[in-house]
């Protein structure tokens, strides 16, 4: 199985900070990472595809980078509503396989 | 708009199965683009991918629980479904549907809400 490891855990911010996460793979699974946003109470929310592509209706305040083993998600004008938990995860083979995640909470 | 809502049993006792439905509105499980999914959240395991199912019938598993796992679908029924036996409290978590493209990138890009499905006697 492939490996996904986010760092860091948890992060603390404040609404207007730019805040980078980032996820390692355990080998190289070309641009098959895909980011999801999850909130309490809620199911995650498909955020970026292909490590760099937005999906339609996400703000342009969230980017993707990197390919191979390493990227990054980055998120530059922190609002209120961001606040929450990020997920990498590969597609590059079964079984995909999520990060553990980051906890992204207000400082 | 597509929606994806699971629905089963929420209390599952130990050694016995655990079986969830996900209907879905707004597309076809029929359709030749995507697959069907199932993932889960437990806070030991983090998010897990389980499986998935292509209409025509073709289905793969996580290796970890293939021994134990039935992904179906009814298109009559525009439903696909979960059969997981003989579970322990290891399987206790958020059981999530998702769908995702049948060819390369793969992401999931539409959930279910999620049910909580919880193994004890």
């Known amino acids: 199985d492939i490996q996904m490891t986010q760092s860091p855990s948890s992060l603390s911010a404040s609404v207007g900070d730019r805040v980078t996460i980032t996820c390692r793979a355990s080998q190289s699974i070309s641009t098959f990472v895909s980011w999801y946003q999850q909130k309490p109470g809620q199911a995650p929310k498909f955020l970026i595809h292909t490590a760099s592509t937005l999906q339609s209706g996400v703000p342009s305040r969230f980017s993707g980078a990197g390919s191979g083993t390493d990227f990054t998600l980055s998120i530059t004008g922190l609002q209120p509503e961001d606040f929450a938990t990020y997920y990498c995860q590969q597609s590059y083979s079964t079984p995909y396989t999520f990060a553990q995640g980051t906890k992204l909470e207000i400082k | 708009q597509l929606q994806l809502q699971e629905s089963g049993p929420r209390l599952v006792k130990p050694s016995e199965t655990l079986s969830l439905t996900c209907t879905v509105s707004g597309d076809s499980i029929s359709s030749s683009n995507y697959y069907w999914g199932w993932i889960r959240q437990s806070p030991g395991k983090g998010l897990e991918w389980i499986g998935s199912?292509?209409?025509?019938?073709?289905?793969y598993y996580s290796p970890s629980l293939k021994s134990r796992l039935t992904i179906s679908g009814d298109t009559s029924k525009n439903q696909f479904s979960l059969r997981l036996t003989s579970v322990t409290a290891a399987d206790t978590a958020v059981y999530y549907c998702?769908?995702?493209?049948?060819?390369?990138?793969?992401?999931?890009?539409?959930w279910g809400q999620g049910t909580l499905v919880t193994v004890s006697s």
């Open positions: 998702a769908r995702h493209l049948l060819q390369y990138p793969r992401y999931f890009d539409t």
């Open positions: 199912f292509f209409y025509s019938g073709n289905t």
